[in-house]
């Protein structure tokens, strides 16, 4: 009777475990090209391998962030927990034990198991779905994404100790607890606080992040697909605001346009605030109110680039509103891609990125004095109206973590720019208002490098030529 018994309640945990698998498929259905679970894998063990036995490391996600009365921000994980992961649910908990810790089976929680991974993850709750969507839940966690083991987050606080006392840590590896936790996992992470204050002297607490960052810097094939991706999908918003844009356009109408492409084509959300501006806007850095109209003279620089599965592209292009540049548009637009295109060649392995940004400054230094607008022939002018960097590198963060010397791997933005405000004393008024930037993704490769946002025109003549047609911005709305 005792084995019936057990073997009924086996083969209930068994059907429920099908059921909840069956509804956690649903999740994910839709996104078939997401970095498969081996690949985080793989990076946990890598990082454990650097860690090593005597040592335990949790990370956490970022807190749900509140954007007034019951709206929330859209939700977006930590970067490093992500990169670790590919987890994207709020209140979850990462535990590493390289040499082992015990936990209860999922199968019969008579027994204890050893694990060297562990997730914590929300519950799964079919009131709070039916609002807002499915949950992974620990049986989508394993089967899902990978992990070798999941639980519900609630029993973070009492496995706690026990994960720490069976792995036999010496070190916990926790990331600076930052001010601005709030929420539930702020109170799932209590216990943890608690503890790095009790265990200091007795267990040696290390901060892991420098550990991940420096693994972020090289990307993987699978991270390079995204970056690529994201980035045709900027290209492509480029040439249809390119063949969109006329004067008298409100600047909001072009960034219509790049949204509009963004979502088509599967992005699901903007890097970063788009910039769209025009005239006296385009000298500002990072203007984003996009309000002005667009007049027949103005130069338009649109800053506006798509993040996929998380990586973020970042691409800028300048073209003139009328579509035809003016003698000092064009002027200031050839030598900035000048610049970029020195830069570019410059880009390879083992190369520094201080030398790339150094043929970039030569070349505008030599273009501004050749102009004008500049008196001397030095750095120090030419920067007066170039005072931002040659770039940085893309990846989960629009502004990603890097290294100053080059790698195979390494993906970083080229965007030098000019910037001309009104009223400079000494320079031609036909250079007033004219804000030029180039900017585009670039892959270093064994060879070299490869611009992964060439199918956006930066030739003056291509540029010109693509803007004689009409783009999806130019049709009427009923």
Known sequence: MNLLKRFIRYFAVFLFAVAALAQDLKYIEYDADLIAGQVYKERREKLMQQIGNEAVAIFYTNPERNRNADLDFPYAPNSDFYYLTGFRE???????????????????????????????VQARNPQFEKWNGRRYGQMGAIKLRGFEYATTNDKFKTML????????????????????????????????????QQFNGYVEIRDPIALVRKM?????????????????????????AMMSVEPGMGEYELEAVYEYVFRKLGAEQNGYPCIVASGENSVILHYNTNRRKIKDSDIVL??????????????T????????????????????????????????PGVAWQEASKKADEVLT?????????KEKSTQAMKKFYYHGLGHPVGLNVHDVGQPIMEAGMVYTVEPGIYIAE????????????????????????????????????????????????????????
């Open 90 to 120: 709020p209140n979850a908990i990462l535990v590493l034990a390289p040499k082992g810790t015990n936990v209860r089976s999922l199968e019969d929680s008579t027994k204890m198991i050893t694990v060297r991974e562990l997730l914590f």
């Open 161 to 196: 100790q026990l994960m720490l006392f069976s792995a036999q840590a010496k070190s916990l590896y926790v990331p600076t607890f930052r001010s601005d936790l709030a929420g539930e996992i702020e109170e799932l992470l209590q216990p943890l606080q608690s503890m790095t």
């Open 216 to 240: 972020r810097v090289v990307k993987s094939p699978e991270e390079i697909a995204m970056l690529a991706k994201a980035t045709e999908i900027s290209a492509a918003a480029h040439r249809q």
């Open 302 to 315: 649109a800053d506006c680039a798509a993040e996929y599965r998380g990586y973020s592209s970042d691409v």
């Open 317 to 348: 292009r300048t073209y003139p509103a009328n579509g035809k540049f003016s003698k000092a548009q064009r002027e200031i637009y050839q030598l900035v891609l000048d610049a970029q295109e020195a830069a570019i060649a410059a880009i390879k």
């Open 366 to 374: 030599a273009g501004l004095f050749k102009l004008g607008v500049i």
């Open 423 to 478: 009223g400079i004393a000494g320079v031609d008024p036909a250079y007033y208002n004219i804000g030029v930037r180039i900017e585009d993704v670039i892959r270093v490769t064994a060879d070299g490098n490869k611009n992964l946002s060439a199918a956006a025109p930066r030739e003056i003549a291509e540029i010109e030529a693509l803007m004689k047609q009409k783009g999806v911005g130019n049709l009427a709305i009923q």
